[in-house]
């Protein structure tokens, strides 16, 4: 009778691992239902009850000028055909009381207001200012009005610009030209102003950010409970009865941490086959999709394996996961996703926050497999350090 | 014939607490080898050391003439360990447990199927093996504890108090098995601080307290070698002239001393069954008439108070 090799050890601990952990039914619905349901719920709470984006959006013009007048028709032709999504909504005349009050009523779900003397400022080479207004609990509408106005004054930046040269070279050339004519023209160029930031797009669904924000939540918790399954054998004595016979430390780790890189990679599969076949959520290019949930995987299983290597007790390592969960979902944006402020600029610098732009981008349609391979090797490296600390501190406590 | 355990001189501290101070421990192939001790005496710490989890301060073990490390794979495969807490999964059935722990073990196929067959048989678990751990009773999940240890038939058997919290039929039981398999030739160190249980299935017994192994032996060579005494209480009819002669014939007997009680004697003597014989013999003599008799033979728990000077068992 010959000892299994450590690869042999480490498929047959992965294996009873796994098979526990499945017939589990708490763990399936941890893996598979919770995310969905998330999703499902609080997608259709910012959407209104769909999984796709809907909003009306105000375009008051207070300014009334034909260079705003244009600058607001091109906005609004970006609106959806048929109604559906994002509806911008021009409202010449209407000043920023009447938006606010508008906003406040809900006949409109958020509002950008070109105030009066706008054109004049551009004109004149100075700032102009175009106001947001929004509805504080949706920031994700709040978030496309933002985006607009912020196209706005890129926009009214590059035609500043624009009119300048055209101005000075006509002034050169001693042709007579009219400012208003120029501005007016920049304004109304056909595809000029387009929503900047394309994860709020019209087509995008909330369910492409929602699902993947809310499995990598869930993911820390199985994860976190799949490599805590080595601290219950301790304490259950069945990892010291495998540590009497012939299996070795590493065959035991390796099992380990191959049983919770299964797991996580069965959760966010699950997720996404069932988000894309039973709601028609499109994560964008299934290989980008594949590299950022492997890579993920790996990031949240290595944070799962030092926790496991930290935490000298189960209950430990579950507050620890608890914590770390909710602060990185928090940082991640897997909760909110803003696109300013200390959550935007800390977002990188966490896993969840690294896979979730990775997988907006993706959905968005605006990347492929290749542009998200930056991403998808921080998280690798990301995984490796953590899960190289991890194993390193578990298997010291092994050796007493 | 070659020791299947040798392990000598162990040390193991723990900060600084000394839990195992020089103890060395020899196991032939057939013997049972009992380590009795009280609660904390170190029994469990020796064993985690003869079975490569804890490395010892100091001290070898050899396992079939190789050294016991935690990565010496081949000398562990000869051991199989009956942890004193049940090591299983509860969620799996027993045969699920034995397929796991055995495929780790290197069995596989039908050679697996039909050992995990055998001992289920030899543990009395064959009609509820499909069962799972957590519906077992505590007699039970004992019995597949055990199970799992022997599953490849190991050279060495460790049970580390194998019967504690388990009810006196499955004890029996349990001590049954464990016979057998010393009697089949495996080697079997066996953990216990019920005097009677090593007394039972042990050939040679160390008695080990506060780390130190302070006496080895059969159980005749740790009673006779301490020269610990049988005590006879005699109670006789009569009294007067004749019953003080009695007393006095008994007293001149060598070895034996008396203590006059109100109703006859209390004999202390080496050799509880000769002296029975000659007091009745000497009654008769003197028209004593012995109305009641109750010995007391020396057991490991005097041995133990005699060394230690207290009880082997604290509950």
């Not at chain 1, 009005?145 to 101005?167: F, M, P």
Request: glycine fraction near 12%; charged fraction near 15%.
């Amino acid at each position: 009778m010959r000892a299994p090799s450590v690869l042999t050890q480490a498929w047959l601990v992965a294996g009873l691992d796994l098979k526990r952990r499945l017939r589990d039914r708490s763990v399936l619905i941890q893996v598979v239902l919770a995310p969905v349901l998330l999703a499902l719920i609080i997608g259709g709470a910012f959407s209104g009850g769909s999984g796709s984006l809907k909003a009306n959006i105000w375009l008051a013009d207070a300014d009334n000028s034909p260079t705003s007048a244009a600058m607001v028709a091109g906005i609004a032709g970006q609106s959806e055909a048929g109604g559906g999504g994002v509806v911008f909504i021009a409202k010449p005349g209407l000043d920023a009381a009447a938006a606010r009050q508008a906003v406040d009523s809900n006949q409109a779900d958020a509002a950008v207001v070109i105030p009066v003397g706008f054109t004049d400022a551009v004109e004149a080479g100075k700032a102009a200012e175009v106001d947001v207004i929004g509805d504080a609990g949706d920031e994700i509408v709040a978030g496309v009005a933002t985006s607009i106005a912020e196209a706005l004054a890129n926009r009214t930046q590059t035609q500043r610009v624009a009119t300048g040269t055209t101005l000075a070279a006509a002034a050169q050339l001693g042709v007579g030209v009219d400012p208003r004519v120029v501005v007016a023209a920049a304004g109304s160029t056909p595809g000029a102003i387009t929503v900047r930031d394309s994860r709020f797009e019209n087509k995008y669904s909330l369910m492409a950010f929602f699902a993947p924000g809310m499995a990598m939540i869930f993911l820390f918790f199985v994860m976190g409970a799949a490599a805590r399954s080595l601290l219950t054998e301790r304490r259950e004595g069945t990892l010291a009865r495998m540590l009497a016979g012939p299996t070795s430390p590493s065959g035991i780790l390796l099992g380990k941490a191959a049983g919770v890189l299964a797991l996580g990679l069965t959760s966010l599969l699950a997720v996404w086959a069932i988000t894309a076949l039973g709601f028609r959520v499109d994560w964008g290019d299934p290989l980008g999709v594949l590299l950022v949930i492997t890579s993920a995987v790996i990031a949240i299983a290595g944070i799962s394996l030092i926790v496991t290597g930290l935490a000298r007790t189960e209950s430990q390592s579950q507050q620890l996961t608890v914590v770390l969960a909710l602060v990185l979902a928090i940082l991640g944006g897997s909760f909110v996703y803003t696109n300013a402020g200390f959550l935007a600029a800390v977002r990188p610098f966490t896993p969840n926050g690294q896979a979730l732009m990775a997988f907006t981008d993706l959905a968005a349609g605006n990347a492929s497999a290749a542009d998200v391979l930056p991403a998808v090797l921080i998280l690798l490296g990301f995984g490796a350090v953590t899960g190289g600390i991890g194993l390193v501190a578990i298997r010291k406590g092994l050796a007493r | 014939m070659t020791a299947v355990l040798e392990c000598a001189h162990l040390v193991r501290n723990f900060g600084d607490l000394r839990a195992v101070d020089d103890v060395s421990i020899s196991v032939a192939p057939g013997e049972t080898y009992g380590l009795l001790g009280p609660n904390g005496a170190g029994k469990t710490t020796t064993i985690s050391m003869i079975c490569g989890l804890l490395t010892p301060n100091s001290g070898t073990v050899h396992v079939l003439g190789q050294p016991i490390s935690p990565a010496a794979s081949a000398a562990k495969a000869a051991i199989g360990l009956v942890p004193q807490d049940i090591a299983l999964y509860p969620d799996l059935s027993a045969r699920e447990n034995l397929v796991f722990f055995g495929r780790l073990q290197g069995l596989s196929g039908p050679a697996l199927d039909s050992r995990i067959d055998e001992v289920l048989e030899v543990v009395g678990l064959r009609d509820r093996a499909k069962d799972r751990i957590e519906t077992y009773s505590g007699g039970m999940k004992r019995r597949a504890n055990i199970a799992v240890g022997m599953l490849h038939s190991p050279r060495l058997l460790v049970l580390d108090e194998p019967t504690v919290g388990v009810d006196p039929q499955s004890r029996n039981s349990i001590l049954e098995s464990v016979a057998a398999l010393g009697s089949s030739g495996m080697a079997v160190l066996y953990t216990t601080h019920y005097m009677e249980e090593a007394e039972r299935i042990c050939d040679r017994i160390g008695i080990i307290d506060a780390g130190r192994l302070i006496a080895e032996g059969t159980r005749a060579e740790l009673v006779s070698g301490l020269g610990t005494a049988s005590a006879v209480a005699v109670r006789a009819g009569g009294g007067g002239p004749a019953l003080e002669a009695w007393r006095a014939d008994l007293a001149a007997l060598p070895g034996v001393t008396v203590e006059a009680t109100d109703a006859g004697a209390n004999l202390t003597c080496a050799d509880s069954s000769a002296t029975v014989a000659v007091a009745f013999q000497r009654a008769s003599t003197h028209r004593v008439s012995i109305t009641g008799i109750e010995v007391t033979v020396p057991d490991l728990e005097a041995v133990f108070l005699q060394l230690t000077g207290k009880a082997l068992r604290d509950d």
